[in-house]
């Protein structure tokens, strides 16, 4: 796997960001994550958009699994449950493997 930009994001502020846009935000992480999980990140938002979301919820999934093998860990089964707050998931461990001690 090749990474080559990896953003670091504060969580709280990511959370925020979620919030105060209504979603909007999420399309701006994702393009970022997706680039770095060597994914097209225009196919993937406008998927997004033409299956209402639908789409997303896989990424979400998806990008959760990725980012726990980040970490040598394994995506437990009770995780599929937290799908609603993934992008904070994704993003915490993206700042674990690239940012430890932070």
């Not at 399309?27 to 209402?52: G, Q």
């Not at 979400?60 to 998931?89: C, H, T």
Request: charged share 15%; hydrophobic share 50%; glycine share 4%.
């Amino acid at each position: 796997m090749k990474y080559e930009y990896i953003p670091e994001n504060n969580l709280v502020v990511l959370f925020l960001l979620f919030l105060l846009t209504l979603g909007l935000y999420y399309f701006w992480w994702l393009a970022r994550t997706c680039r770095m999980f060597n994914d097209n990140p225009v196919t993937n938002i406008l998927l997004v958009l033409f299956t209402f979301g639908i789409w997303g919820i896989y990424l979400n999934l998806k990008y959760m699994q990725k980012s726990e093998e980040l970490n040598d860990r394994e995506l437990k089964w009770y995780m599929v449950l937290f799908f609603g707050i993934a992008p904070l998931i994704v993003q915490h461990n993206i700042n674990e493997k690239y940012f430890p001690g932070r």
